[in-house]
């Protein structure tokens, strides 16, 4: 699990994350899921996004997610990347990735660690919209 104030490439953590495991020959499944900015929501053009998170709160609640799709799936291993700070459309938001021997482990564990980041992990997103306007997103988006 990984928080970053930078812009991130999903697949070169993807292949430097790989190569640190001890898998090779154990996996035959690898689901992968990048949320990217769009440069609309609620109907708005937005020019940027700030990210906000509190850091030891974050990362605690990351770390529960994923132990509990190690304990729901037969997974092998996973990795979370998340941006913080400001985000401009078309960057890489966050990137889940899942290895194990089968795929419906991989993908199943996949959306729910998605599913569950989106909906318990403490992050808020502020838009600056095109006409300057700045808003607050509501974690249902």
Request: hydrophobic share 40%.
């Amino acid at each position: 699990m990984k928080i970053c104030d930078t812009l991130f490439d999903p697949f070169a953590e993807i292949q430097s994350f790989q190569q640190q495991l001890a898998l090779q020959g154990k996996f035959g499944a690898t689901s992968i899921f990048i949320g990217t900015m769009r440069d609309f929501n609620e109907g708005d053009d937005v020019q940027a996004m700030m990210l906000e998170h509190y850091e030891g709160m974050t990362q605690k609640q990351l770390c529960k997610i994923i132990e509990s799709a190690k304990s729901q799936w037969q997974i092998l291993d996973c990795l979370i990347v998340h941006r913080v700070g400001e985000i401009l459309p078309n960057e890489p938001i966050v990137l889940v990735c899942v290895w194990s021997a089968h795929r419906s482990e991989a993908f199943e564990a996949c959306r729910y660690l998605m599913e569950e980041l989106k909906a318990n992990a403490p992050f808020w997103k502020l838009e600056k919209l095109a006409t300057s306007e700045k808003r607050w997103v509501s974690k249902n988006h």
